[in-house]
T-cell receptor, first 116, second 114 residues
Framework: KAGVTQTPRYLIKTRGQQVTLSCSPI?????VSWYQQTPGQGLQFLFE???????NKGNFPGRFSGRQFSNSRSEMNVSTLELGDSALYLC???????????????FGPGTRLTVL | DAKTTQPPSMDCAEGRAANLPCNHS???????VYWYRQIHSQGPQYIIH???NNETNEMASLIITEDRKSSTLILPHATLRDTAVYYC???????????????FGTGTLLAVQP
C-alpha cells in the first residue's frame, strides 16, 4: 500500500505570493492533518479534516486555509506569503477521526517551502 | 502547549538499550501516551502508544508508571538507524469524540554511537 504523498516536495516563492500544497492520504484513510515544522517553533498543528469537514484548527492566522475533497485528498493554501512561512509542511493521514485504543497517524515526507 | 517534558538529548551505544524518559504529570484519565520519532529530513513515524499498561511491539517497549505521570520508551538494541528525535505526546483519544491533533514538544535527540 502506498504511503502518504505530498506534492510538490520543494517550493520557492516570494513574499506576497500564495501557494497551494497537496496531500494524498493512504488509500482508505479519511482523516488528514497538516503540520508546520520550523527550527524555532518545532512541529505545530495547523488543521485536521475528516469527510471534507474541518474538525480542528491550530493557532495560525487566516492566511492559512485548507480543504479536503471527497476522495480524502487534501490541499492547504497560504496566501500573502511572509518570510516566516518558510517551513517544512507535513501532512498526516489516519484511518478515521478517533478509535479508542489506537490512532496511528502516518506522515508524508513533507513539502519544503522557502519564501524569499 | 505540549503536556510533556523530555530531556533535549541523550546518547546510547550501539547494541545497548536506549531508555528515553518522559514526564506528563498533568495527563488526564482518558489521554493516551504516544511516541513518535523523526529521522532527519523525514516525516515523523509512529512507534508505540499506551494508556495504563506497559506495551511492547516489534519496535519498542513502553513503560508507564502506575500514577501515569511519567513513561519510558525502551529501544532494546539500539542501532545507528535509531538516531532520531523522539517525541512523547499526550493525545486525547475517545471513540467518536476525539481528534487526531498531536501537540509535539521539543523531543529528545537520541544519538546512537558506534
Amino acid at each position: 500500500k502506498a504511503g502518504v504523498t505530498q506534492t510538490p516536495r520543494y517550493l520557492i516563492k516570494t513574499r506576497g505570493q500564495q501557494v497551494t500544497l497537496s496531500c494524498s492520504p493512504i488509500s482508505g484513510h479519511r482523516s488528514v492533518s497538516w503540520y508546520q515544522q520550523t527550527p524555532g517553533q518545532g512541529l505545530q498543528f495547523l488543521f485536521e479534516y475528516f469527510s471534507e469537514t474541518q474538525r480542528n484548527k491550530g493557532n495560525f492566522p487566516g492566511r492559512f486555509s485548507g480543504r479536503q475533497f471527497s476522495n480524502s485528498r487534501s490541499e492547504m493554501n497560504v496566501s500573502t506569503l511572509e518570510l516566516g512561512d518558510s517551513a517544512l509542511y507535513l501532512c498526516a493521514s489516519s484511518l478515521q477521526v478517533a478509535s479508542a485504543g489506537h490512532n496511528e497517524q502516518f506522515f508524508g515526507p513533507g513539502t519544503r517551502l522557502t519564501v524569499l | 502547549d505540549a503536556k510533556t517534558t523530555q530531556p533535549p538529548s541523550m546518547d546510547c551505544a550501539e547494541g545497548r538499550a536506549a531508555n528515553l524518559p518522559c514526564n506528563h504529570s498533568t495527563i488526564s484519565g482518558n489521554e493516551y501516551v504516544y511516541w513518535y520519532r523523526q529521522i532527519h529530513s523525514q516525516g515523523p513515524q509512529y512507534i508505540i502508544h499506551g494508556l495504563k499498561n506497559n506495551e511492547t511491539n516489534e519496535m519498542a517497549s513502553l513503560i508507564i508508571t502506575e500514577d501515569r505521570k511519567s513513561s519510558t520508551l525502551i529501544l532494546p538494541h539500539a542501532t545507528l538507524r535509531d538516531t532520531a528525535v523522539y517525541y512523547c505526546i499526550v493525545s486525547y483519544n475517545h471513540r467518536g469524540g476525539a481528534t487526531n491533533k498531536l501537540i509535539f514538544g521539543t523531543g529528545t535527540l537520541l544519538a546512537v554511537q558506534p
